[in-house]
């Protein structure tokens, strides 16, 4: 529990790029409370996917079996790239920072929740 937020701290955005800070707050809020199974369901259909990155995203739901043991938190990354591919080019890197962020936080909590248990 602890790696995920040295892995996935609250995202910065560049000065320099107009929208940056707006992308992440849209990020988070896109991607908030939803797993990444959710987010997956959510975007794939308005995401630009080529056919090897669909194979990969259809991978999610067994990445999220093995949330307890992933220490790379792919489920979490792979919904994140979803929602960053329906994102304009300039700020895609910042939403997609916006939403991991906000999935890792899920995770973090629910991991929390099954730690008491």
Not at 13 to 22: I, K, L, Q, R, W
Not at 39 to 60: G, H, N, W, Y
């Amino acid at each position: 529990m602890g790696e995920i937020p040295r892995q996935f701290p609250r995202p910065v955005p560049d000065p320099g790029v107009d929208g940056a800070a707006e992308a992440i707050r849209r990020g988070e809020r896109a991607c908030a409370g939803k797993t990444p199974s959710g987010v997956r369901l959510r975007f794939e259909a308005s995401a630009t996917l080529d056919p090897d990155q669909r194979e990969l995203v259809a991978k999610i739901t067994s990445f999220e079996r093995i949330a307890s043991r992933d220490t790379g938190f792919q489920a979490e990354q792979l919904a994140g790239f979803v929602y960053e591919q329906t994102l304009p080019a300039r700020v895609a890197r910042y939403g997609y920072q916006g939403c991991v962020y906000s999935l890792a936080r899920v995770l973090k909590h629910r991991l929390e929740r099954e730690a008491e248990s």
